[in-house]
């Protein structure tokens, strides 16, 4: 085995010892901004958030410096873009998502996006759905993308909806929205709730049909129960999608099998089966009342607490066995010294504190995470064998091409190797080549400056003169991408 990649293990009380791994690629990575992983149980499919230009064949131009939900199939090695319709006449749409999370069997992606060129997206944010292993296995059928934030009739919400979770399977997703048309309760259009949507009410295997009594959308604790404003405190469900963790502004909130009760949780997460959350507790170590840490109590049947200064995340395993939290403090062991942020994990059955962000022979030489619920930045599957962190280091053991852009790391703990979210070297079909006469791009785009030129022209009648010089510039751009073909 590759002895170039070490992963550092601390056992409390005992020392270190090291674990090797070898490393799979060292093709190119994201060329900007990467993060959020989010992996599926099997370890095949990993989606993250990235404003990387390199990683698709073609990227909008219009999407510059905005971000896109994008997954990769690890055996494949191919890159998709989350928003894309299929059917006969594809169409990809760029930019403007975010909040994305796989369900569990990698069969669904969901995220909001804003995207004004997708319809019933003018002007507001709602969340959509895509398929992820039947496109992957190119059998997606033309429905493999929906918006899930709509009324029972179909028509889009009338406000934003925004910050999505999806239960294990993907029948479940729950969000929060402004719209005042999403159910038949009246809500003020200001305030934030949450929603339930079952993708699958008739229970006929078949997710999204069109029509009555297929699908409903249930509002989560009356027109009272407000959303949290923070959008760092996401939901959560457990794989079943019976349970359901998200955040009110008076507190957080359980929802279990139709019942919600008030539960003391930070947005940490369920474990896949529902029964565990991560909680906070305040400490003042003996003899120095004025220095208080952040320290993290697992509760279940084999409760214990561990001294880390920084919030943690709840990427949870099924058995409670192992979960992940990020830390700027040294080691239990005292031998990371690099001064940086790195992921650990935690064994607690074992009581052994794992250093996962290890560097290729030594300890990390940048940041390996971000501060936790300001951006969400590492994943581990249920069996806790697959996990996904977000590093800036560049001695991970790949030819590191991105500079102080971060790379996402997945990191097989069955077999010890490590993976990195690279660059396709296959062409993806599905996506449009704009290189070349192509009347398929050309429609396309055509149809965008039309759709532009109208909004461009309500603008004028509004009075609005900046939104009217935004779109301007917009229709300018995309004629110059039209006589270029």
């Known amino acids: 085995m590759d002895d170039s990649i070490r992963a550092k293990t601390v056992i409390w009380g005992v020392g270190a010892v090291l674990l090797t791994c ?18 599926s149980d099997d370890g095949r499919f990993v989606a993250f ?19 896109n939900a ?4 690890r ?109 038949g309760d009246t809500v003020n259009g200001t305030d934030y709730h949450h929603y339930l ?47 359901a963790l998200f955040f009110a502004d008076s507190g957080a909130r359980l929802y279990n099998n139709g019942v ?45 607490t561990f001294p880390f200064p920084d919030r943690g995340e709840g990427a949870i395993s ?16 005292g031998s990371d010294t690099n001064g940086h942020r790195d992921i650990y994990l935690i064994n607690r059955l074992q009581s052994k504190a794992t250093l996962i962000s290890s560097g290729v022979g030594g300890e990390a030489n940048n940041d390996s995470g971000r501060t936790p619920f300001e951006d969400r930045t590492f994943d581990m599957s249920a069996d806790g064998m697959f996990i996904a962190f977000a590093t800036e280091a560049t001695n991970m053991g790949f030819a590191d091409n991105n500079g102080s852009s971060s790379d996402i790391i997945i990191i097989d703990r069955n077999t010890g190797e490590r993976d990195r979210v690279e660059k396709d070297v296959t062409p993806d079909p599905d996506v449009i080549d704009p290189g070349g006469p192509n009347p398929v791009l050309t429609t396309s785009l055509k149809k965008k400056i039309k759709k532009l030129k109208k909004k461009q022209k309500a603008a004028k009648t509004k009075g609005n003169s900046a939104k009217a010089k935004r779109f301007a510039k917009k229709i300018k751009k995309l004629n110059k991408m039209l006589r270029s073909l």
């Open 22 to 39: 070898s490393a799979l690629r060292a093709g190119e990575g994201p060329d900007d901004y990467v993060s959020r992983p989010s992996i």
């Open 49 to 67: 958030l990235t404003r990387a230009t390199n990683l698709l064949d073609y990227v909008d131009p219009e999407s510059d410096g905005l971000t």
């Open 70 to 73: 994008l997954w990769i199939d």
């Open 75 to 183: 055996e494949t090695r191919r890159i998709f873009n989350a928003q894309q319709i299929g059917g006969p006449s594809p169409k990809s749409y760029y930019g403007a998502a975010n909040n994305h999370s796989l369900s569990r069997d990698g069969e669904w992606i969901v995220f909001n996006s804003s995207n004004s060129f997708i319809e019933g997206n003018d002007g507001v944010t709602n969340v959509f759905v895509s398929a992820v292993r039947l496109r992957a296995d190119s059998i997606a059928p033309p429905t493999k993308f929906a918006m899930i934030s709509r009324t029972p009739e179909g028509d889009p919400g009338n406000g934003n909806s925004k910050v999505p979770a999806i239960s294990g399977n993907g029948r479940y997703v729950i969000f929060k929205s402004n719209a005042t048309n999403l159910t």
């Open 197 to 243: 949507v079952d993708r699958d009410l008739d229970e006929n295997g078949i997710f999204d049909e069109e029509g009555t009594g297929n699908t409903s959308i249930t509002l989560l604790g009356g027109t009272t129960l407000k959303a949290a404003i923070d959008d760092g405190k996401r939901p959560s469900f457990s794989s079943d999608g019976m349970r």
């Open 260 to 304: 919600i009760s008030e539960t003391n949780a930070i947005p940490g997460g369920l474990t896949p089966e529902g029964s565990n959350t991560l909680t906070t507790s305040r400490i003042y170590p003996a003899g120095n009342a004025s220095d208080i840490g952040t320290y993290f109590r697992y509760r279940n049947s084999l409760s214990q």
């Open 318 to 333: 099924s058995n409670g066995a192992s979960f992940i939290l990020t830390s700027t403090e040294s080691d239990m062991g």
